[in-house]
């Protein structure tokens, strides 16, 4: 499981999940994710490379909203594969994290 | 005892595909495996294999983070076993802790601002199984769910 980042417009960051977020991928970057979070006011979680998400994995990214949201920032989700969406749908998740398709959208989402 | 079982990358008799794991973080890791090796053996679709990795990650997730062990009783291992039977998978989850249903956990409230976010594993385990049942016989509570194939 990889994250990475970068700075796709003034003060919007763009973090890329790569890999399975199960169990062991939701160990393997809770700390780094947490940092982020905690330190980013318009966080767009780049989910295209993402092959799996289950609670765990939902459980990071939920959480991560709330400490966003505690800020007063905003963060979306962008681009699942459909079978992930699917598990964002399903779980409610998407109700507390927008999914957006399109990338503008999304820096326009963050930015507000 | 672990010997009386196939080895986790053989089908067993019949072509069920066995393992014993450890109830632990290694567990869960070698679980992920297991299932790659079935999703090749079996060549699943994407959906399949993804219902299938899912729903025992869930199940297993939950013995190894929620299990209480039962004082005298080797609680230590997780048994699991995937099926195929006609049109679809027949899972089955095997432990030794106290018992307990987790048909019976409440559903998620992730819109909470508490940071706690519970009942998601069950949740995606009745959204991705065709059905879930629970059994305590003896010592072991029998988690089975069966997938579409």
Known sequence: MQLETEEIAPGVTRAKLIGRLDIAGARAIDLPFSVLVGSRRALIVDLSALEFIASMGLRTLIMGAHAVKSKHGRMVLFHPPAAVEAVLVSSGTDKVLPILHDLDEAVRAVSG | ?149
Do not use: K, Q
Request: charged content about 25%; glycine content about 8%; hydrophobic content about 45%.
């Open chain 2, 1 to 149: 005892m672990a010997s009386d079982l196939p080895s986790p990358t053989e089908p067993g008799p019949a072509g069920t595909f066995r393992l014993r794991t450890e109830r632990s973080a290694v567990g869960l890791e070698r679980l992920g495996l297991w299932v790659d090796e079935i999703a090749a053996r079996l060549t699943l679709g994407v959906a399949v294999e993804y219902a299938l990795r899912l729903c025992l990650e869930e199940a297993v997730a939950n013995v190894v983070m929620h299990g209480v062990p039962v004082p005298g009783t080797d609680a230590n291992w997780i048994a699991l076993a995937v099926e195929p039977v006609a049109d679809r998978l027949r899972l089955t989850v095997t432990d030794r802790c106290a018992a307990f249903d987790p048909r019976s956990a409440p559903e998620p409230d992730i819109a909470g601002s508490d940071d706690r976010v519970g009942g998601l594993g069950i949740h995606l385990m009745r959204r991705y199984a065709r059905d879930v049942f629970y059994a305590r016989e003896g010592p072991e509570n029998h988690l089975t769910m069966t997938i579409p194939a």
